[in-house]
């Protein structure tokens, strides 16, 4: 999916796939009732594809970028109705032959909440002692892919479009979908809460109700032929690289782990999370293969690295990410998608080596997979000191344009006063 910008895309006469004998000049106003928030017919899909291509598909050729938002419907998460196309178009004009004046997508994701059993309408009040806190699990929605067509822009139907999908996504697919376990706290009635990743800064999606979180990252430096590139294994190298079919165990420790960590957080204040479950780490991977498979003709097997023995590892998932792919390095990144501590206290001394091998790795697989840097978002206090102790340069960056988080909270408290749990890279779309 590409970044979400309703307003910077590349100046286009053509307003592709209206029916030209269509007044364009004469288009409903924004907030016109004449205007629908609709689902896209497949052909109009292939239009949307073909108009932000331009935009964030550069890395590839245009056939092969069509052929992967084809092929992102079909991974773990996306499938089965998990990924939702929207388009704001005038109701009154037939599928293929209607204009898009605007279009999103959004993504269905498992995710949770903290309440206490005084609080919470569901069964835990029965389960619970009062006051007691209680992890409730639900349906998350990301929104991505924010596009208006440069015909359209200036006119106020990102906003309108914005608007509509805020609302829709409170109730959309919200029948505790992904809440499996036995014994699950589900929360039934609406969706938890939906987020998206700016990249046009603070103001214009908070203005429609996503408040703007922090934003920041870690970035290192690639470093050609050391630590873990195939072929140049340091053999003093403490973490040990993971491939996929590390990554189902992992993910069920993470959660087991987040989810207790959220249970201790205590009840003054509502947490929430999207899980780091398997599916969602799954979704950038593939999406990465697919990428790297056009543009190096092979794939990777290294997909992060740990160190340390069960109950005492720290661990990392990455991803490479291509914006302009070898043609023009500026914007691929190695992403951390994940880190974990699995004994948040145990002494960073006992840490720091596994840590800084992981890191090595990363700089290396930087390297050798042609991106410019590695990226740790928003380090945790105990990442934080690891990073400061690990001995490996380090740039730490407040974004305030790019890439910044904002959620849209759909319960009763107001955005800004929850704690965003894990906010990391894992959860972008």
Not at 82 to 92: R, Y
Not at 162 to 173: A, C, D, F
Not at 369 to 390: F, I, R
Request: proline share 6%; glycine share 10%.
């Amino acid at each position: 999916m590409g970044s979400n910008n309703p307003i910077t895309t590349p100046s286009s006469p053509v307003v592709a796939g209206v029916d030209p004998s269509f007044p364009v000049d004469s288009l409903p106003d924004a907030d016109s009732p004449l205007l629908i928030l609709t689902t896209p017919t497949p052909a109009e899909r292939i239009r949307t594809s073909r108009l932000t291509y331009p935009m964030w598909g550069f890395a590839l050729a245009e056939a092969d970028y069509l052929a992967r938002e084809a092929y992102l419907t079909t991974v773990p998460q996306a499938r089965d109705g998990g990924l939702t196309h929207w388009i704001l178009t005038v109701a009154s004009l037939p599928p293929d032959g209607r204009p898009i004046l605007s279009s999103c997508e959004s993504l269905r994701k498992r995710a949770v909440y903290t309440t206490t059993a005084a609080a919470t309408t569901t069964a835990a009040a029965g389960r619970n002692e009062e006051g007691e806190v209680v992890v409730v699990d639900g349906v998350a929605h990301g929104i991505a892919s924010v596009f208006t067509e440069a015909a359209f822009r200036g006119k106020g139907y990102a906003s309108r479009m914005m608007k509509e999908v805020g609302g829709i996504l409170r109730g959309w697919q919200a029948a505790g979908w992904g809440a499996e376990k036995e014994g699950a706290v589900v929360e039934k009635g609406h969706s938890l809460f939906s987020v998206l990743y700016s990249d046009i800064g603070k103001k214009f999606y908070a203005r429609h109700g996503w408040a703007p979180f922090e934003s920041c990252h870690v970035s290192f430096k690639p470093v050609e032929g050391g630590g873990g590139a195939e072929g140049s294994r340091d053999q003093g190298q403490v973490a040990r690289a993971i491939g996929y079919h590390e990554l189902a165990e992992l993910c069920a420790v993470d959660e087991k782990l987040l989810r207790a960590d959220l249970a201790r957080r205590g009840g003054g204040r509502t947490h929430v999370a999207l899980l780091p479950e398997l599916d969602a780490l799954l979704w950038h991977l593939m999406r990465e293969d697919y990428m790297t498979k056009s543009i190096f003709g092979r794939t990777p097997t290294i997909r992060g690295a740990v160190a340390g023995e069960p109950g005492k590892r720290v661990w990392a998932v990455w991803m490479r990410g291509y914006y302009g792919g070898l043609k023009k390095m500026e914007g691929n990144t190695l992403h951390v998608l994940r880190v974990v501590v699995e004994d948040p206290e145990q002494p960073d001394e006992e840490l720091v080596d596994g840590f800084r091998s992981i890191v090595q790795l990363a700089q290396a697989e930087a390297a050798e997979w042609k991106t410019q840097d590695v990226q740790m978002w928003n380090p945790a206090p105990k990442l934080k000191g690891l990073v400061e102790k690990c001995g490996i340069e380090f740039e730490f960056v407040d974004r305030e344009k790019d890439s910044i988080a904002s959620l849209m909270w759909y319960g009763e408290e107001p955005t800004a006063e929850l704690d965003w749990v894990a906010n990391e890279k894992y959860a972008w779309c």
